[in-house]
């Protein structure tokens, strides 16, 4: 009886911790969207709080219409999609090899890749900057799509090495006893087989290239060729446009992510992305 | 027709096969395919990374101007550095704000994976919605609180004074120097704990069931199956992702500088928001490098220790 009553009180207890945090992390979504909506005059006036009375389209009219917005969001596509297929490609063959393939120096390469995963961005911005101008890419996207690779290589091979390791030896071996070659048996056997991890490392690596900050502040100065996270920062500075406006371009940088996010989310939960973290 | 190896001498053959076979076997038996595949990889850390980070290290024993060639001056940016206040600070604010940010997203995260491996309806929905934070763009959340944050027209002040009455007048988040690093912190905070939550739950489902059974058994309460099952069985987890979230928080540069670009008065700043402004705003490369570097020994010892549990997990 008493342990009945205990069970009931701790989920009652895990509920309401779930609702708590859920609270808390979806609200600066609702709000985000609903601040969308609403128009100038609501805004001011702190009338109707919760929901935009009457919604209405302006901040996004405004967006698309008299500001480079439609320009940014074609260089973050830019951006992202060349540098995930440049990190994809490299990644996939790498992590093959690392996991795979019995040479000297493969462990070495495996530590090497890892912590070049962990090396911080702050430290390389600088110096990458430099060799960015001296080759003469500074303003322009594919400055961004060469440093890139710098971040979504190492995080791409890292996650999918895991994935080649959960793919059964034997299956290679079958195949190589049936006359393919070693790099056959990559590609008919293993490949086809390791398509959804492939798939979901390139859409991280697209979500890391579509989010990244600092090299994008730092290397483009040309305001039509900012990607959408600085190009959305600099609408802070003027206070020109309101809050709604800028709310307005929030949403449209997070959706692509989101929709992303909706094949990436049984990777995440069974820890792929730990998995790199796997302990 | 035969093929160029086919007219080749019998005995030059075989040589080239026994040299063939002595690589193979110092080399390891899929060397070719191996380097063939490895190749970019190692070009591009070479060329993305470990160029640019040598280059940093050359460049913060100099004074380097934008434009100007560099200048050699040993560890001179290095000791002034050392003497330089706002420094001291920058360096005093990032142990704040990564310790308090780190040790908060642990908590919320243990809840978070202790809650969602009971047996709750709607897991997957509950799971689904807790992890947006980590994967939409830290802009746009950064934007989001600085909104939210706002002392005029934003929504925290309206709920607290408005609608709870908990105090008076709204509080000025970010322009407040006893508030600013807290609100900082707990964006942070909101941004990361899903990550630990996720991996945290990812490890508690490999323990076996039988453990908890064993336990419950022998007459364990709830806190101590937590104590002497869960934490064990997750401790490289948990090592690991403290680990990780210490070093991308310590370089955590674009929370901060969209919210507060270090201030009110310096209350914020953190050396990779201070390396930004030396180096862009004031120009001086040198010494900026010299701020992002000032802490490597201590960040080296940190990933050096993390690269080796995340390669003792599996195979690696």
Redesign the interface.
Known sequence: MRVRVLAHAQGAAAYAILTALLLVVAFPFYWMFVSSLKSEEQMRSLTAMFWPSPAVLDNYRQLLGKTDFGAWYGNSIVVAVGSTLVATAIGTLGAYALARLKFAGRAFMASATLITYLVPPSILFIPLYAQIRTLGLADSLTGLVAAYPSFTVPFVTWLLMGYFESIPVELEEAAMIDGATRFGAFRRVILPLAAPGVLAAALFAFTQAWNEFLYALVFITNVKLRTLPVGLSTFITGDVYGWGFLMAGAVLTTLPVIAAYTYLQKYMVEGLTAGSVKG | MATPAARLPAAAALRRRGASVAFAR??????R??????A???V??LA??A???G??IY?SMTRKYVGVPPVWVGFDNYVKLTWDGFFQRAVYNSFIFTFGSVGVKLL?GM??A???T?R?RFR?F????????????????A??????Y?YS?G?LN?LLVKVFHVLPRGVGWLSEPGTAMASVIAVNV?RGF??FG??F???M?AIPAEMYEAAAVDGAT?LQRFRHVTLPA????I???VL?ST??T??D??II??LTKGGPGGATQV??VL??EI??GAQR?GE??AV??YM?PA?AAV??V??R????????
Not at chain 2, 26 to 31: E, I, K, T, V
Not at chain 2, 33 to 38: D, I, T
Not at chain 2, 131 to 141: E, F, G, K, M, Q
């Open positions: 110092a080399l390891g038996p899929d060397y395919l191996g380097y063939l595949f490895v970019p990889i190692v591009l850390v993305l990374v160029y640019p980070f280059y940093a460049l919320l809840a978070m202790l809650v969602l009971r709750i997957s509950w799971t689904g919605v807790l992890l947006i934070p980590w994967v939409a763009p830290t802009v746009v959340s934007l989001n609180f600085l909104w939210i706002d027209l929504v309206y909101w899903p990550f996720i991996s739950l990812a490890g489902k709830a997750l401790k490289n987890i090592v690991i992702v990780l070093i991308w310590f370089n540069f674009t500088y969209i050396l990779p390396t930004y180096a862009f490369l900026a490098i992002a570097l490597l960040m990933i050096i993390l690269a549990y995340m390669r003792k997990g599996g195979a690696r």
